[in-house]
């Protein structure tokens, strides 16, 4: 059929200069998950059209895979993105609702019970509309864990999905149509450990052969229809699996995270940190683990740096305004950490006659534990 000329051929995936800009703010800070991504950037821009159902919460995603593979990371990044502040959002870690009288501390309970006035309900209107502001009024509500759920907060998660609704102890009424609600859950993530572990217990003449992660991803969402009922399925708009991470991601993941502590250490205590390349492979070796992610980087660089450095200018050996370099040890066992005085580091930067080769640096070898079990650090 000839086009008519006086029809505009349109882009239904094109996005806003907004979306764009949350989207790249996005892929910025999660690695690996651009499925995900997508996803969440094309609810906000149907939000932002003012197409959503105003009767029903904004939009809700169940987050599915391997742990450390930046599922509450992608919220966090959304939370900074919106509203500066990583922790802006309400995040209920389902785990702690197992008995059923805890979920007054998340409603409330009713008038006439002891202490009713003494706890105000964690979802209460005032808490919901916290972080919302005038460019932004919307509210990220994060279930995580929800298969540790129990059957009080499966009810009010149900009547959240459907209706936007929730009626607290008082009998007042929460509106939570501005959510965008995340649930993560760790069902079927089993299935990830096919991608790296051969059958076990026979010996087979068969090479190991890793399944794609496609047909991983098909067996987790078969594995959340056995778990979670259809009536609560049906109610999610969208479910995400979350792709296992390799060594590629880590190194990014591990940019990352070093730049954040590097940011940290110049804007609190004004000093250089630098990273060898024998350092960057001692964290990431010891840091990140295809069953555990990259959840263990952020603890390792904490103990490990951070508080590394803020003993070493705690003990006066590291001043104002010096470059720390950070060094494997030649055992491969820890780090090693060597200064450069602030007018050195300066015209080495400047690129004057100071040397900047560690034959300039002087070391300092922090006693650090041997070999400080990293696995599994606290879950989020
Ligand atoms: N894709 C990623 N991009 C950037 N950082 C990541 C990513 N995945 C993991 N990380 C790092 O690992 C940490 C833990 O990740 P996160 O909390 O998102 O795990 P999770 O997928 O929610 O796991 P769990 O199922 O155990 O809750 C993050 O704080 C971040 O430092
Ligand atoms: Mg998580």
Redesign the pocket.
Known sequence: MARNPRWRELDPQKLSPEARRLKEGLVS?????EPAIDAVTTIHQIWRSGLADPNRPIASFLLL??????????V?AMAELLFSDRRAMLKIDCAEFSHSHEIARLIGSPPGYLGHRDTPPYLSQENVDRHQTRENPVTLLLF??IEKANDALWMLLLGILDKGTLTLGTNEQVDLTRCLIFL?S?VG?DQFDRLHDKPFGFRTAEPFVAPDMSTVSDSVLEATRRVFSPEFLNRIDRRIV?NS?GEA?FKL?LD??LGYVRQRVRKRLDVDLRCTPAARRYLLEKGTNPRY???P??GLLESEVLFAVANLIGSGQVLEGDAVQLDARRDGEGLVFRAQRASRAAAASRGGATSSTNASLSPIVLPLPASRELLPAS??
């Not at 895979?65 to 992608?74: A, I, Q, S, V, Y």
């Open positions: 800070r999660v690695v690996g998950q895979g391997p742990t450390g593979t930046g599922k509450t990371r992608l966090e995580d864990e993560t760790n993530a979350f991470l991601q993941i990352l995270e992610g990259a959840r980087l952020r879950r989020d």
